[in-house]
């Protein structure tokens, strides 16, 4: 678009491209290159700022529009330009449809992350901390900590693994993987967030003697039923954690009740660590005891915020109305967590709308997603695959669209295996680490869900609008954010480019000519 001026000059937008077998490149960062990233400043007034990210030219691309040069007759110049043989949209933002308030957007420091980024010189480890947590990167502000191992870790363990029927939990203690891995690096996290940074816990296994197959893996239940002492000792593994933590100065914001509480129940033999929670178990578990236990020791939902579910979409509703029809389990619960894949082709976003009207003051958070997940598939790790940038820019704005109010990633850095994971349950990710070459690599997706967390800090606020024409393969949101900025995000994931009028983003009409499959993010001070 000629009226947009680059304001960058040079180093090819702070990315040093590499590309491999895939549809687009990544940006190198080893001992010799690692370009910093430009921070997001506040817009002056008059002005747009445009950042866009493309398959086949960009990453965070800025450049700035005048909006007096709009205003002159340039204007009716640019609308004639506009009737060119490209598809054409016009986009209505609504600033008086104010919905849901952001809680933020971030990714997971797992163990697999933490080892990533010990096999890295420390420079480019912090270069990886400072790409996610600090306004010269995605800035963001929320972070997932498992409680203990998961699938990415090197090794099956709880925090309680040595002492069978310790209802106590006397011989409780955190792993190495807490001390030399996690703790260090969400300290810094802390550090560059100066704070502003959400902890969310999730919890994959109860030890084996907690369980009805006495296995951290495989399809198992708590022994006993709610109420009861296995269910109880569970309750209180949460508290150990928080205790734990909160010891090294490690507050968290929430937890979840459960990761993926159906995979033991869909699979017969669920090959990691996993604990099975029917609808009814979850309800009675978190009134009988998860939510008695954690205000007891001082953590009610004034202090923790506590998500249900933490599973994929299609299960919502029944688990979300099995234990918030019920007022006293609803009470110890605030928010409503899923997972953005899939166990068929449905994609099962409308139950996000179902389950906003029938339970409004409960917020949905998205608190898993991560790409090449599929188990006996060979796409797994993939460095420069523009089309996973879309996938993750498509499932952020359908959820934004449907009163979500956050967005998180899974590991922060795998391995280019896509791991280390115990499990063999490889995955791609935003960063890849190739520790052999004291390398790692910005995949594109790094750079769509940067289009959201830069750009929408905490407290923005969704605002509504309307698409007219053929919106195929374009995806809208818009925001208004705490220094009362309008920021609005355009996904075009077409292989044609598409012209776009928007109004009622600023005080005139917006021409924006959307390169085939890129994002963009327009920053404009409100009227
Ligand atoms: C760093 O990456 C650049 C760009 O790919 C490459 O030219 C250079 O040789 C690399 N340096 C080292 C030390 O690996
Ligand atoms: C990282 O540190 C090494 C020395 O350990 C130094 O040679 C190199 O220039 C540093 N690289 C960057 C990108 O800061
Ligand atoms: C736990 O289950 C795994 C399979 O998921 C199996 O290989 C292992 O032997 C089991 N361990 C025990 C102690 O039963
Ligand atoms: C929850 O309550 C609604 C409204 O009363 C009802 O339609 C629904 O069946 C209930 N769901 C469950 C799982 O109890
Ligand atoms: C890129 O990722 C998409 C989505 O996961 C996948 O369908 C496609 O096959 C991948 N491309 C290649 C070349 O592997
Ligand atoms: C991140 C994750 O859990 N990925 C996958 C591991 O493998 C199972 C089984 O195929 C998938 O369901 C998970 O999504």
């Not at 953590?299 to 019920?326: C, M, W």
């Not at 289009?451 to 969704?462: A, D, L, Q």
């Not at 393969?473 to 009362?484: E, K, L």
Request: charged share 20%.
């Amino acid at each position: 678009m000629l009226l947009f001026v680059t304001l960058i000059h040079g180093n090819d937008d702070h990315c040093v491209k590499e590309y491999f077998d895939q549809n687009s490149f990544v940006c190198v960062c080893n001992i010799s290159v690692c370009p910093n990233i430009e921070p997001a400043t506040p817009v002056s007034k008059g002005y747009i700022d445009s950042w866009e990210s493309s398959r086949d030219q960009y990453r965070f691309h800025r450049t700035q529009l005048s909006i007096n040069d709009l205003a002159r007759p340039l204007e009716s110049n640019m609308l004639q330009k506009l009737t060119l043989p490209y598809k054409k949209l016009r986009i209505q933002i609504n600033i008086d449809d104010q919905r849901q308030t952001i809680h933020g957007f971030g990714g997971a420091i797992t163990d697999a992350t933490g080892l990533n980024l010990l096999n890295l010189p420390v420079n480019l480890s912090d270069s990886i901390m400072s790409n996610y947590f600090s306004k010269n990167g995605l800035d963001y502000s929320v972070t997932r900590v498992p409680i203990g191992g998961t699938d990415f870790s090197t090794r099956i363990y709880t925090y309680a693994d040595d002492q069978p029927d310790d209802f106590e939990l006397e011989h409780f203690a955190l792993e190495p993987e807490d001390k030399l891995l996690k703790i260090p690096l969400i300290k810094q996290a802390l550090k560059l967030k100066e704070g502003n940074l959400k902890l969310l816990g999730s919890a994959w296994s109860p030890p084996g003697w907690m369980k009805t197959n006495n296995n951290i893996t495989g399809s198992g239940f708590l022994k006993g039923s709610p109420g009861g002492p296995y269910y109880k000792a569970w309750a209180k593994y949460y508290v150990k954690f928080l205790e734990a933590y909160a010891k090294e100065g490690i507050d968290f914001w929430g937890i979840t009740t459960q990761n993926e509480p159906t995979q033991a129940i869909v699979h017969q033999e669920f090959f990691y660590n996993c604990l099975g929670l029917t609808p009814q178990q979850l309800r009675d578990f978190v009134k009988l005891d998860l939510g008695p236990v954690l205000r007891d020791a001082g953590y009610g939902t004034d202090k923790l915020q506590v998500l249900l579910h933490d599973d994929i979409r299609d299960f919502l509703p029944s688990y979300t109305e099995a234990v918030l029809n019920d007022t006293e389990a609803a009470s110890y619960v605030t928010g409503i967590g899923y997972h953005w894949y899939k166990n068929g082709l449905e994609d099962f976003y409308e139950n996000l709308n179902l389950v906003h009207s029938n339970f409004p003051n409960h917020f949905l958070f998205s608190t898993e997603a991560c790409e090449g997940f599929a188990r006996f598939s060979t796409e797994r790790a993939q460095l420069g695959n523009w089309t996973r940038a879309e996938t993750y820019a498509v499932d952020i704005i359908e959820d934004l669209n449907r009163f979500t109010t956050g967005w998180l990633d899974w590991n922060l850095a795998l391995n280019t295996q896509g791991g280390p994971s115990w499990a063999e349950n490889w995955t791609d990710g935003l960063i890849l680490v190739d520790a052999s070459k004291a390398t790692y690599y910005r995949n594109p997706m790094f750079y769509s869900l940067g289009h959201f967390s830069k750009f929408i800090p905490p407290n923005s606020v969704y605002i509504g609008h309307e698409v007219q024409g053929d919106s195929q393969g374009v995806y809208v949101a818009a925001f208004i954010d705490p220094s009362d900025q309008m920021v609005m995000v355009i996904l075009n994931t077409n292989d044609s480019p598409v012209d776009l009028i928007i109004e009622k983003f600023t005080s005139v009409s917006v021409p924006i000519a959307m390169d085939a499959h890129s994002i963009r993010t327009l920053i404009t001070p409100r009227i």
